[in-house]
């Protein structure tokens, strides 16, 4: 079975700062691993993927994700936050042959102007 | 662009009524996903289908919810009778049944059952 974990649950930030949100995830062979955005009271959109290839993936509005193998890691970040960033955010992995989605618990990012 | 779109973007009703939610998946895609998101348990996967054919619908409480796909342009989600614990966002997300593909989601209905 696929499982994601996202240890930080809550994230405060200043603008300007950098950002680094971890997630770890479970499987015994080839996945698909994504992150996605969801915006208060919106609907979960894709910031980015990685299927295979480099292992450095980046997304849109600036954010990338690097997928290191060896530790199950797929963790996102970005140089500076905005203001705008602030959002909940949901990794998720599929695995090989598998349609179905498992998401992490998500974590919240505050950023203060 | 392409969109999921979900109706009706909330809906608040008593106990015991019955609820329908109705996705219209993005022209083309062949799956169709239903998630439920609450505060306590997340992002649940409920039900989804692969060209209408209901393949796995073992996140859902079988004795109150049934899902269908009446044809390749509508999804429904039917909770009934409804309790106050299914109070949620309901999301849709359609996509290709393709490995390199990712969901697409729409923007939810707000459940609030009183």
């Known amino acids: 079975a696929q499982s994601v974990s996202q240890h930080n649950h809550h994230v405060i930030l200043s603008e300007a700062a950098s950002l680094e949100l971890g997630c770890n995830y479970s499987?015994?062979?080839?996945?698909?691993l994504f992150w996605y955005v969801q915006y208060p009271g919106q609907h979960l959109q894709l910031l980015l993927k990685y299927f295979s290839g480099d292992p450095l993936v980046k997304g849109i509005k600036g954010f990338e994700a690097e997928f290191i193998k060896s530790k199950f890691s797929f963790n996102l970040r970005k140089p500076s936050v905005q203001w705008s960033d602030t959002a909940e955010y949901f990794c998720?992995?599929?695995?090989?042959?598998?349609?179905?989605?498992?998401f992490g618990t998500g974590t919240r990012l505050t950023i203060i102007p | 662009d392409a969109r999921v779109t979900q109706t009706p973007r909330h809906k608040v009703t008593e106990m015991g009524q019955e609820v329908t939610m109705r996705c219209q998946p993005i022209?083309?895609?062949?799956?169709v996903f239903w998630y439920r998101q609450t505060m306590m348990q997340g992002l649940e996967l409920l039900a989804y289908?692969?060209?209408?054919?209901?393949?796995?619908d073992s996140g859902m409480p079988k004795d109150r919810f049934s899902a269908e796909m009446p044809d390749a342009t509508l999804a429904t989600l039917k909770i009934q009778p409804s309790e106050p614990r299914d109070s949620a966002v309901y999301f849709c997300?359609?996509?290709?049944?393709?490995?390199?593909?990712?969901?697409?989601f729409g923007d939810g209905t707000r459940l609030s059952i009183l």
């Open positions: 289908f692969r060209n209408r054919a209901p393949l796995d």
């Open positions: 997300a359609s996509g290709l049944d393709s490995f390199d593909q990712p969901q697409h």
């Open positions: 022209l083309g895609h062949n799956t």
């Open positions: 499987y015994g062979g080839t996945v698909n």
């Open positions: 998720a992995v599929r695995g090989f042959g598998n349609e179905k989605l498992t």
